[in-house]
Every structure is written in structure tokens, then in C-alpha cells.
């Protein structure tokens, strides 16, 4: 069992701290645990349970009622909302749940609802990359353990590799609208692979003919791949500040003088840090951007 501050619950279930003192005492919503020096302190069950509180009433559901609901009576409620919702805030908060329970069918179903209703593309910017982004705090916070966050990441690999692969080639080398070739590739080192794989997708889905490379493909693969495949443009992604020095080294491989392909490039570390690209490098800072540069 992890231990996490009051600040931590405020932090992961949007509850405020008083509010959460406040439940306590009225209506025993949480009896927390005190260290020896009497600070307070929760539990992984408590944070379950009070994700659960915070998603019923956000919804409406007074918390004198909550209160009288188990853990799993809970649980049902908030399962049993309506899958046809657009509320992104539901659907994520069913999407911690499914993860924290490592329950693979009840969150598949949640994708593949959201696939259907709003399409693939809104589906990973709308829903999936923002839960993504809070399954990040919660495990730099500590209540998330990574193989949690493996396990929906694989997840969702599996979901953007299958919906690539029925796109096939079939519009690519038409007459009245030739695609174009475009080379996809992480630096060495670099592992993060969702937003790479969205973006094979998004230019297969445009007609666009791909050569995926995957991630930690090191620096002089990329070179002898390039001579090979003759791209029109390259798409390429660094995620974290511990990868500047990865970050340099691809810019100064990738601006050769004799390398004049435009080259995509997107990734948290073009936010934290100010780096000048050089002339043929274009900052995407959103993979639904990507569509003006084709």
C-alpha cells in the first residue's frame, strides 16, 4: 500500500483539502491513518474510493447520499452512466477506474464507444492523450505503479497499430492526388511511442505512404534509411527534458547540408526549453496540426 498527503488526494481527485477534512468528520466519508507524528495520510483504497466520491458529485449526487454507498455501489453507479456520453471527464475517470483494476475489457469498451461516436483521431486528442497526461501526475506523484501505465499504454498501442493497419495503402499513388513518402522514427533512446504511432496514423488516413521505424533507432540507421527511401518529409518526436542532449544530436545529424527534407518534429521538450531549429525543422505542437504541412 503506497501513502499519499492530503495534498496528494487534493492533488489526484480535484477535492479540496477542507473539503476532504470536512466529509470526514460529517459524514465518515474516509477515516485516514496518522503517522506517529499525527499527520494524516491515505491509502491506495482511499484514493479509489475518493475518485469515485469526487466523479458522483461533480454529477449532481449530494454527498449525504454518497455517503451511504458502499466502495462497489460506487463502482456500479459510474459504470452503468450512459457509454453513449461525450463527457470526457466521465470517460477518463472510468478509464482510471479500469486501470486502477487493470480491467482490460471494461476499458477497451470505453474506447471503442468513443471511436464510434467521435472517430479515432478526436478519440486520442480529446479523450485518450488528456488521460494519458493524468495518469502522468498521478504516477510522478507516486499513486500509479508503472505497470499500470504500461498496461494502458500497450492497450492503446494495440488499438492505433490495428486502425493503421486497416487503412492499408489504398489511396496512396492516386492520380488526381498523389501522397507523399514520409519516414517516422524516435531518436536512440527515446521510447515514448503513442504519439508516433498517432501520427502514422494520421498520414496513412490522408493517403500518405509511411515507413515506420519505431522508436530507439539510432542516429546512423537514419542517415542510410534516408538514402534508401528517399522521403518527402520526416516525422520525429523527443518527449522529455532528460533527452536534450538526444534532441541536439538529431537536429545536428538531420541539418546537414546535404539533407534539405523538410523534417516534422514534435515532443514536450520543444516546450520546456527554448532550442532554435534550423531552417528545414518545423515545430508541430499538436498531431492534429499536422495536416497543413502536407
Request: net charge neutral.
Amino acid at each position: 500500500m503506497k501513502q499519499f498527503s492530503i495534498k496528494d488526494i487534493e492533488t489526484l481527485t480535484g477535492i479540496k483539502s477542507h473539503t476532504i477534512r470536512i466529509w470526514e468528520q460529517r459524514y465518515s466519508i474516509i477515516s485516514p491513518q496518522r503517522t506517529s507524528t499525527n499527520i494524516r495520510y491515505y491509502n491506495d483504497d482511499d484514493l479509489k474510493l475518493l475518485l469515485n466520491v469526487s466523479l458522483l458529485n461533480k454529477r449532481g449526487v449530494k454527498i449525504s447520499k454518497i455517503a451511504k454507498l458502499s466502495g462497489s455501489e460506487m463502482e456500479t453507479i459510474i459504470m452503468d452512466y450512459h457509454d453513449g456520453s461525450e463527457d470526457n471527464s466521465l470517460q477518463m475517470h472510468k478509464m482510471i477506474v479500469c486501470m486502477l483494476h487493470l480491467d482490460e475489457v471494461g476499458f477497451e469498451k470505453i474506447i471503442s464507444s468513443a471511436i464510434t461516436m467521435i472517430g479515432l483521431e478526436r478519440s486520442v486528442t480529446e479523450l485518450i492523450f488528456p488521460f494519458l497526461h493524468q495518469v502522468g501526475v498521478m504516477w510522478q506523484s507516486g499513486s500509479v505503479n508503472p505497470a499500470y501505465e504500461h498496461f494502458v499504454t500497450n492497450l492503446i498501442r494495440t488499438k492505433l497499430i490495428v486502425a493503421t493497419d486497416a487503412i492499408g495503402y489504398l489511396n496512396y499513388n492516386k492520380l488526381e492526388n498523389p501522397g507523399q513518402k514520409i519516414l517516422l522514427f524516435l531518436p536512440a533512446k527515446e521510447t515514448h511511442e503513442l504519439g508516433l504511432l498517432f501520427a502514422n496514423y494520421i498520414f496513412r488516413s490522408k493517403g500518405h505512404h509511411t515507413m515506420y521505424l519505431g522508436a530507439d533507432l539510432p542516429d546512423s540507421d537514419v542517415v542510410s534509411v534516408l538514402n534508401t527511401y528517399n522521403p518527402d518529409k520526416i516525422f520525429t518526436s523527443v518527449t522529455t527534458s532528460l533527452h536534450l542532449k538526444t534532441l541536439r544530436r538529431v537536429i545536428d545529424k538531420l541539418s546537414l547540408p546535404d539533407i534539405k527534407i523538410p523534417i516534422l518534429i514534435s515532443g514536450g521538450i520543444l516546450k520546456d526549453h527554448r532550442i532554435e531549429l534550423p531552417k528545414n525543422f518545423h515545430k508541430i505542437e499538436k498531431l492534429n496540426d499536422l495536416t497543413p504541412f502536407l
